[in-house]
Every structure is written in structure tokens, then in C-alpha cells.
């Protein structure tokens, strides 16, 4: 029979529980201590990463969501712009998946913690009939460097990172069950193993690029209507300039279409920006390899509108994922 | 239908998102920005509260869910010796119960929320069968001074504050079906609106009275276990110094042996303690009061014994709150 002590102690062994600069004190007493930087502002986030809502225990392997569950967390921090330093784990499991997939688990997790520079600093564990993964970040960003989602004006051009609906796409291939065809393992890096985009975010609050920042969690019709609703304003967005996902004919001829993905998918972990006109020129075409691309201009009024490639306009709601909408 | 920013909002206008020095921006962003104040180190804990596990969703009221989810997680930054200063609020439940449940929910958690003088900061909320809680706490204690489990030496006396198993008893009341009996709403208390020694813990780092500190979270004999392990000593305990809860005597007939949740009860709260021989004519006999009693004195060696009445010596077993072992 396994005890808590027991898997504390696996988790400590496998994800260790460095002490460093920020963390004074980690996992083993009732709460971990840290020391914030000088002049530093601290950010915080929570993210939970439960089966049956975020991931399936059939179809998503432990190291992915070991993984994925930090990945999602941190990509909060890159959308403010800050540095992450440390996370908390509360975990929940069956006494079944408390070995094997547990270490399954923390493997992917390390892998994710050594990739942002994080380490684990404390956490907490309970027996339960299903996996429920609940991930605190903190992080760190220099006194009012942090982007919010309300900064954006009137005239601002707004950017994404990456290409959209990469992510959705992957669900869809694993939903259809075509996630082992040969030559498709590429379309699921997106859905499995997102990237939070931290070094751009960090660069665009050291320059002070960008007025606003969001990260693309839900889709893009949502997560643009956060940020204008946050910065009272509304936003114009051209169909033909989004970078979207590029989908194998296979799937195109079955219905999925490229521009819903990426008006609608969830998951890509990509960053939705604001840049005031003047700053635009600053900004190269990709930075570190992610491409930049200004997708439309901030308006005045709430409203947010498609423009088709014959000129159309078109309302664009909010369709992205919603935990409470979604089935 | 309920939308995920229906229920934000309305946790928004229950909890309130109040600035503050500390927190300098909180709910409604990507992450929430904290200022942590000059001299000071941050303390972070996290805390599961799940249905099923940790509360039943037919005997505890939505507004005991969301104090008791709160306070217990708060319990972890006193047992630091630190101030709260705030939490995220990580919420996933079925639709059911998104009105006028987690009405009484948010109720329950804003009158802890003022108690113990914190903000909420953020979150994050998710659609489930099941209603689950997940708190993260931000407190502070000036550098240097919080209490840690390890520190126990060699002939510190072991205190506790408060009496214990008075919370396991309420729980039995309940899961008897007598908590509607007259005169035994009062044995519930504990159980329901447990109550962080914040001010206790406090003092205690401030005039560096304890030598290490634990809440007794899981019962003296699991909690007790983890300082000595944390220290590498061992304890000594007189089973007849132990505050016990008084139970009553239609109970007792019925097997509930107020040793035994002393020893064993999880939930209580209290402070557990270790005092260096020299400071212990400071400690008064309560704090605000709050009792505070000599148990025990801590010995050389990892073995943990009780002293009974009659001279008899036996091995203190941790035999407290495990979620893994319990069924």
C-alpha cells in the first residue's frame, strides 16, 4: 500500500527540490519560503490539468501530461512578460497510477521545469478515482515592466507569435484516431508538447514593444476579446493575414478547416500582442525563430470584426474553448 | 448556459479583487502582479479540497466548504509563523452548482478571506462532475524568522496549542447522523470552522520563542513524526499531559475514545511546537486564549514514545490522516 510519504518522496526524488537563489526553502515543511529579487515585482498563476476535461488517461501519455500541465501554467508568466523561477504541484491520483505512470509523469514535468528554468518548491498529494494536476507558477519581472491585457489603444497593430490552430489540429488527428499514421507524429508536437513563449515575452517587456499581452489558451476569437474588453476597445482583424495551421488535404476534404482552427482552436501556447504604430518598425518578422506576424489594428468601441479576403465584414464572437461551454 | 466568465464575475463581485499594497494587480490578467514588501520573504503553500475526499457534498454546506478550504491552507502560512496576505482560488464543479451554491461558497470563503486579512488574487475555474478546490496562500515573515520542522534539539519541550481531536470528534458526530442532537451543536465547531493560529504563530517567530513548528493538519502522531523526522530526533510524550477533547458520555459508551482522537484526529489546527528548555518559563500557559501545554520533550535518536498514565512505555505510531491509506 502506498503512503504519502511515500510518493512525496518519489516526487522529491525525481523532480528534486533545488534550492537556488529564489527558493530559500522547498518541498518537506508546511510551506516553502522564497526570496524575490530586488526591485522585482512577483507574478503568480494558477492552472489546473484535469483528466477528462483537459486531458484523456487513454489517449495522453503521463509524460505528456506531466509536461503539458507545467507547460500551460508557465505560459501565463511569458504573457506578462516575466521570468518563471518556481512552481507548486498539487496532485491527485488513484493508488494505481501512484508507480509506473506517476514516474511517467514527473519525467515529463522535469523535462518541462529544466526547459523554463523552474524548480519545484513545494506541493501537495491526495488519492483520487481520477488524475487531477494542479499547477501554481510564480514568477518574476522587473517593478512595472509586466504587460497586462489592458494596455491596448486605439491604432495599436496586433501581432501573434507562431501559427495558429497547430495545437487543435493535434486534438483532432488523436479524436479521429489517425494519430498513428505515418508521417502525421508531426502534427500532434503542438497538442502534446506546447511551448510557452518565454523569450520573446521577456523581450517585448524589456523593450517595452508591446501596450498589451495575452496568451493564446483558448483560441483567438476568445483571448482577443479579453484583451479588448480589459483595454475598453475594440479590434479589426484581416482572415488573410492570420498564419494559420496548415492541415493535410486528408483532413480538409473531412471537414477541418484551417481558418477555424486557427480563428477558434485552443492550446497553441502562441502570444497575442499589442504594438503602438510607432514602436511596429522595431519589430523584426520572427524573433528566435517564431514568427510575428500583425493580424489587424485595435478600433474604438467593443466591437471585434472579421475582414474576409472579398471584404465581407464579419462579427468575430468568441467561439475559443470554454470549460463551462464545452462538453 | 453558464460561461466560464459568468462564473469569474461572479467570484469577482463575492471576493472582490482588492488592490492593496501587496497585491498590485489581481484577478482578471494572465497573472496576478504582488509586491512583496522590503526585508520580507514571501511563504507559498497549496491546498487541495476535494469533494469525496476532503468534504462530502450532502453533510458539509457550501459556506463551511469555503471557509474550511481557505482556513485550512492558511493554517500552513501560521505554521511558518508568517502573515497571510493572499490566494488564488483554483475551482472546477458541475454546472449545478455555478448559482446559488457557489454563492454560499463565496460567502463562506470571504468571511475566512477578512478573517485572516487576505485578498483573493486570482484562480482559475473549470467545468467538472465533481467540485474541487485548490488553494494557493501568499504570506510573509520578515527574513530569518519563519519556523521550520527541522530545528527541534535535544530537550526542547514540545508544546501544543489548543486542545486536540476536537475537530475528528465533530466529523463523528456527523458521520453518525448526531449533529442535529440539542445542546451538540457545539461539538461541530472544529470541525466546521476550524481556526488558523495566525496570531499564536506569530508571536511565536517574532520573539523566537519556538525552536520548530508544524499544524497538527493530520494528528500529533503523524504530525509529531514529521518534526522529529525533519530534525532527526526522537519524543517522548506524556499521555497524560495531552488537552484532550471532552467528549460525551453517550459517545464514549460508543467507542469514541477521546485518547485516541487526541492522538490520531486530523484537522484540528492547532500548533505543534518545540520550545528550548531555557525560553520555556516565557511561554505563558495561553496566548490570547488559546491553551498552550508542555506534551513532551524531544530525545535523541527517531524513536517516538508515549508514556501512559501508569509508567507504561510504547511507541507512538503515526496513525493520523494519510490520503492514501485512508479508504
Chains 1, 2 share one sequence.
Do not use: N
Not at 494519430?179 to 508531426?186: A, F, L, P, S
Not at 496568451?215 to 479590434?235: M, N
Not at 514602436?279 to 475582414?307: C, D, N, Q
Amino acid at each position: 500500500m502506498t503512503t504519502e510519504a511515500e510518493i512525496i518522496a518519489r516526487i522529491h526524488r525525481r523532480l528534486g527540490s533545488a534550492g537556488g537563489r529564489f527558493v530559500r526553502l522547498g518541498i518537506g515543511d508546511d510551506a516553502a519560503i522564497l526570496r524575490p529579487s530586488r526591485g522585482a515585482e512577483l507574478l503568480v498563476t494558477c492552472d489546473p490539468f484535469l483528466e477528462g476535461v483537459h486531458f484523456l488517461r487513454e489517449k495522453h501519455r503521463a509524460d505528456v501530461v506531466g509536461y503539458k500541465a507545467l507547460a500551460r501554467a508557465t505560459s501565463d508568466i511569458a504573457a506578462m512578460g516575466g521570468v518563471p523561477r518556481c512552481f507548486l504541484l498539487g496532485l491527485a491520483l488513484p493508488e494505481t497510477h501512484a508507480g509506473k505512470w506517476l514516474d511517467g509523469f514527473l519525467a515529463g514535468m522535469r523535462r518541462a521545469a529544466r526547459r523554463f528554468g523552474m524548480v519545484l518548491a513545494g506541493g501537495d498529494t491526495s488519492k483520487h478515482r481520477q488524475i487531477l494536476v494542479q499547477i501554481t507558477v510564480l514568477g518574476e519581472i522587473a517593478a512595472g515592466k509586466a504587460i497586462l491585457r489592458s494596455g491596448a489603444r486605439l491604432g495599436d497593430l496586433i501581432y501573434v507569435s507562431g501559427r495558429l490552430g497547430e495545437a487543435q489540429l493535434g486534438l483532432e488527428v488523436i479524436l479521429r484516431g489517425r494519430d498513428g499514421k505515418r508521417g502525421w507524429r508531426g502534427l500532434l508536437r503542438k497538442h502534446l508538447h506546447p511551448e510557452p513563449r518565454l523569450a520573446l515575452g521577456q523581450w517585448l517587456a524589456a523593450k517595452r514593444l508591446a501596450s498589451a499581452m495575452i496568451d493564446v489558451s483558448d483560441g483567438l476569437s476568445t483571448d482577443l476579446g479579453h484583451v479588448c474588453e480589459a483595454s475598453g476597445a475594440g479590434a479589426r482583424v484581416f482572415s488573410e493575414k492570420i498564419p494559420q495551421v496548415r492541415v493535410p488535404e486528408d483532413l480538409r476534404r473531412r471537414g477541418v478547416d484551417p481558418q477555424k482552427l486557427a480563428l477558434d482552436g485552443g492550446e497553441d501556447y502562441e502570444l497575442l500582442f499589442t504594438v503602438p504604430r510607432r514602436m511596429a518598425r522595431r519589430l523584426p518578422t520572427s524573433y528566435r525563430g517564431v514568427l510575428l506576424t500583425a493580424i489587424g489594428e485595435i478600433t474604438r468601441g467593443g466591437e471585434i470584426v472579421l475582414i474576409e479576403r472579398d471584404g465581407r465584414v464579419a462579427a468575430l464572437r468568441p467561439h475559443g474553448w470554454d470549460p463551462f461551454r464545452a462538453v
